[in-house]
């Protein structure tokens, strides 16, 4: 699959202030953090690049994932304009960690979310 839709799972073993880019600086608590992106090309390059701590800082993720331990990603074929939708089922079992975050783009609330456990409540 060189083309969909993923979330990525992160892990904070500690609190933590994190300044995400021009969104401002937010506190992290230790726990676990869903990312709903996509990609229309080199999926596996984009899940890859969410992993490594030395890159450029471009996108909202970037700034959290050379913070986190990125523990995998789930792929999920669909097209981009499914994004949000993923993003909405999330919201239904987590909590929207920060308002926007990676959804400069849309008009959703946001496609990074939050739990203190892996499992849903």
Request: charged residues 20%.
């Amino acid at each position: 699959m060189d083309s969909g839709l993923y979330i990525a799972v992160f892990h904070f073993p500690q609190t933590r202030d994190i300044t995400i880019g021009k969104l401002g600086t937010f506190n992290f608590q230790a726990g676990f953090y869903f990312y709903v992106g996509t990609a229309q090309r080199n999926l596996d390059a984009r899940i890859e690049r969410h992993g490594r701590q030395d890159k450029p800082l471009r996108w909202h993720i970037d700034y959290l994932s050379i913070h986190a331990y990125m523990l995998g990603a789930i792929l999920i074929d669909g097209p981009r304009d499914r994004e949000c939708d993923l993003a909405t089922k999330l919201h239904d079992l987590y909590e929207l960690a920060i308002p926007h975050f990676g959804a400069s783009d849309c008009r959703c609330g946001g496609h990074l979310f939050y739990s203190e456990t892996l499992s849903h409540q």
